[in-house]
């Protein structure tokens, strides 16, 4: 008879004389004659990093998944800041941001190596109005704000370029 493992570590008898190993690091042992075929090992393995992988998602904390984010168009975009219930996110860099904004906003410049920091300052509670020049930064960080647990962000489609296409006014 053979006590079969998973590691180099193993006993075997037979007849009389019996080996040993050191079994200090063994994870899996299985009792046999013959030693286990390697598919069953594999789904032995298959099923145990299926099973670390569901705890590991399971215990995931901070991230929202009640958290909605749409993007809007720019009339659309302009009625929900009209109702003054949210906080208008610029996400240009300053230079842009000095050039004309929408009134109102703040300026957290997406591709300065702080952003993710300066968005944990924010309260993930409230309401974001989201923009940049063209959509796509403001975009990407509105899946960011989502992914670290904002409840809700809502994102100007086209950006502040759409925003001047349709006559809405812009501060300088």
């Not at 020049?133 to 086209?158: C, H, P, Q, W, Y």
Request: with cysteine.
């Amino acid at each position: 008879m053979v006590l079969w493992c998973n590691s180099i570590a193993c006993i075997k008898k037979s007849g009389n004389t019996k080996y040993t190993n050191d079994f200090t690091d063994f994870s899996l042992i299985l009792l046999t004659s013959k030693p286990p075929k390697m598919k069953f090992i594999r789904l032995i393995y298959f099923l145990l990093l299926i099973s670390l992988a569901a705890g590991s998602a399971s215990c995931q904390q901070g991230k929202n998944t009640n958290a909605v984010a749409s993007t809007v168009s720019a009339p659309e975009f302009k009625k929900v800041i009209d109702q003054k219930e949210g906080i208008l996110l610029d996400v240009r860099t300053p230079e842009e941001f000095a050039e004309g904004h929408l009134p109102g906003a703040i300026n957290i410049d997406y591709n300065a190596s702080g952003f993710k920091e300066e968005l944990n300052k924010l309260d993930k509670t409230k309401t974001y109005e989201v923009y940049c020049r063209s959509g796509k930064r403001s975009g990407n960080a509105t899946n960011m704000m989502v992914s670290e647990g904002f409840n809700k962000v809502i994102n100007l489609d086209g950006g502040i370029l759409a925003w001047q296409e349709n006559g809405y006014e812009v501060q300088k």
